[in-house]
């Protein structure tokens, strides 16, 4: 079944949020209006409590881990198409592939470090847990740094997911 919009929400000069029902997403409608009221708290548009119970602050999170996963995937793999198209073609086996590394200027042996780390956090994201991100992490913080700063509406959704969490908002995110 794919996905359908069922919901468009502005948030004021932020932009907007999109959310979609499909076979694993429809569980995220049910708290949508909570979570409206809460996303328009954390971006500022209006905060009136919106209803809020300590048991949906703390599904906000899973809420937001779903309205996350296709935009950051889509920011991590659109940055991968674009270094991948910037280095000469990859091979298959280990030892091409060592040759090939060690072929690089240093800018593209940069670039073919990250094409790694993003790659790894878009299998992660899909479901294969990658090496140094815990199995039982959803949406790793090494995701969200790499995916923020790219779209507007994903950074204001990731700074409400860090806020959710708990996690302090830096200068840098």
Known sequence: ?????????????VGSVTVWAGPSALQCVARMADLVSWLRCVVGASC????????????VPDVLVAML???????????????????????????????????????QARRAALLDRLEALCGHLSGRP?????????????????????????TALIAAY??????PVTAAG
């Open 1 to 13: 079944m794919p996905l359908k919009t069922v919901k468009t929400v502005s948030l004021g000069l």
């Open 130 to 154: 990658a090496l140094g991100y815990g199995g039982d992490d959803p949406m790793p913080e090494a995701a969200l740094q790499e995916a923020e700063g790219f779209n507007p509406q994903l």
């Open 162 to 167: 860090r806020a959710a969490r708990g996690v």
């Open 48 to 59: 009136d409590g919106g209803g809020m119970t300590p048991a949906t602050v703390e599904a």
């Open 69 to 107: 996963r296709v935009p950051v995937w889509n920011t991590l793999a659109e940055r991968a198409d674009g270094i991948r198209r910037f280095l000469p073609a990859c091979p298959g086996t280990a030892v091409e592939r060592f040759a090939w590394l060690r072929s690089l200027s240093p800018e």
